[in-house]
Every structure is written in C-alpha cells, then in structure tokens.
C-alpha cells in the first residue's frame, strides 16, 4: 500500500515537498516513480529513482525544479518541488516497479497510492 502526504495550495515560485510512504515488503527491491495528472490529461511521468538510489531520471519539464529521493529505513520516496509553475498544477501519484531504475511508462508500475492534489495558483 502507498499513501501519498505533502500537498497543498502555493503560489508560483513557491517550493513544495511531496512524499510517499508504503507498507509491507520489497520496498528496497523496488524502484518508485511521481507521475501527475492534471484535468483532463492523461497521467505523465515526473521522475524516478532505482531501487539503490543512485540512478533517477526526470521528465524534461522537471529537471532541475524537482528532485526526487528515497528513505529505504522509512520506506518513503519523496519529491521535492521548487520554483513552482501552474502548469505544475495535478494530482501527484507514486508507484513502485521491480524494474531496478523505474520507467517513464505508467504500465510498468504494479502498485500505486491513491493520489495527491498540488495546486499552483496566485
């Protein structure tokens, strides 16, 4: 089970941290994704992070606003999220895959939380 916390109203610009926590086993042998999905859009692929940590990747309209990171102890994936656009504005999802460094594509995630409302608005 994932469970996604962290989401709010902010303004553009502002920073806004996003986490996930899941429950049960495997969570070191598996890789977590954020994707989002805004109103009327199919879900996207955000960033994502391998089962070690080491490897993470970024869609194009993220890099170097978002990063993301993982607590294996806490069994939490995070993803920090500065200088905040509206167009950042989605419902946030985290998911895990046992592909070791995670995908970009949604149907390669076994299990997912239910969503999390980020908003960006002034």
């Known amino acids: 089970q994932l469970v996604e916390s962290g989401g709010g109203l902010v303004q553009p610009g502002d920073s806004l941290r996003v986490s996930c926590v899941a429950s049960?086993?495997?969570?070191?042998?598996?890789?977590m994704g954020w994707f989002r999905q805004a109103h009327g859009n199919e879900r996207e692929f955000v960033a994502t992070?391998?089962?070690?940590?080491?490897?993470?990747s970024y869609a194009d309209a993220v890099k170097g606003r978002f990063t993301i990171s993982r607590d294996d102890a806490r069994q939490t994936t995070s993803l920090q999220m500065d200088s905040l656009k509206p167009e950042d504005t989605a419902v946030y999802y985290c998911?895990?895959?046992?592909?070791?460094?995670?995908?970009?594509?949604?149907?390669?995630?076994?299990?997912w939380g239910p969503g999390i409302q980020v908003t960006v608005s002034s």
């Open positions: 049960g086993n495997g969570f070191q042998t598996h890789s």
């Open positions: 998911g895990t895959s046992e592909l070791y460094g995670g995908s970009r594509y949604p149907t390669e995630y076994d299990y």
């Open positions: 992070i391998s089962w070690s940590g080491r490897s993470v």
